[in-house]
């Protein structure tokens, strides 16, 4: 049990920080993405299916957001106040807490 909540709070803050790179820069940040998929392998192995599909679609839209126009922090806001902002790692998050949950 453990080994699954480090992991899944280690996934939830790279995750975030590559999230947010992706968001402000067009520069991939290739050691990122490499290290989010060890974690979503090392998920296949401890992880419910439903889990590992929210961790394989964060990493999916951070690699979709590199190929977007950048956003500026203004940009963001206006964002996250008219209630269009995406959190991606909601689904995750929910996922992870229910499997962890049910474990217990």
């Known amino acids: 049990m453990s080994r699954r909540d480090d992991l899944y709070n280690a996934f939830i803050v790279e995750a975030s920080k590559a999230y947010g790179d992706a968001i402000a820069s067009n520069e991939r940040q290739i050691q990122e993405l490499?290290?989010?998929y060890a974690m979503i392998s090392r998920m296949r192995?401890?992880?419910?299916?439903?889990?590992v599909?929210?961790?394989?679609?964060?990493?999916g839209a951070t690699m979709d957001t590199y190929?977007?126009?950048?956003k500026t922090i203004r940009e963001l806001h206006?964002?996250?106040?008219?209630?269009?902002?995406?959190?991606?790692?909601?689904?995750?998050?929910?996922?992870?807490r229910e499997e962890l949950r049910v474990r217990l």
Not at 78 to 96: P, Q
């Open 34 to 36: 490499v290290a989010l």
């Open 53 to 59: 599909a929210c961790a394989e679609r964060i990493v």
């Open 45 to 51: 192995v401890l992880s419910f299916p439903r889990t």
């Open 78 to 96: 206006e964002l996250m106040k008219s209630g269009t902002a995406i959190d991606a790692l909601k689904d995750f998050s929910e996922a992870a």
């Open 67 to 70: 190929f977007a126009p950048n």
